[in-house]
């Protein structure tokens, strides 16, 4: 019986000049608020502190010239965040850039597979 082969995983971390890293934890953070409708939901799925998950989306908008986020505050009406034009196309970008990185990597990445299976 043969083992199906897993997918491979490519998480590109990207520096473009001198901005902040834009990696895959930035990227499911982004997601995960797109997702939930909040920041703090999204840090509670991904189990950061909201803290955290602030000072992490704050870094990736550094990055970006455009809101990538817009905010309400909370209190009784609720509040949230909601992704914007800006952070849709950065997850896209993303989201391309981890496809072209795993379709050149693929004759390498079986190469390594081969050679791990003996």
């Known amino acids: 019986m043969s083992k199906t082969p897993r997918p491979q995983v490519i998480r590109p971390r990207v520096r473009l000049g001198d901005s902040v890293l834009i990696g895959p934890g930035k990227i499911e953070l982004l997601r995960a608020v797109a997702e939930h409708g909040s920041i703090s939901a999204a840090a ?4 950061l502190g909201y803290k955290r998950a602030w000072s992490l989306l704050d870094e990736l908008q550094k990055a970006v010239p455009m ?40 004759p390498a990445l079986k190469k390594l597979d081969r050679l791990l299976r003996r």
Do not use: F, N, P, W
Not at 44 to 47: D, E, P, S, T, V
Not at 76 to 104: F, N
């Open 67 to 106: 809101a990538i986020l817009e905010t309400a505050a909370g209190g009784s009406k609720g509040g949230g965040a909601q992704v914007t034009d800006a952070g849709r196309a950065l997850l896209a970008h993303y989201d391309e850039l981890e496809q072209a990185c795993r379709e050149a990597a693929e």
């Open 44 to 47: 509670r799925a991904l189990g």
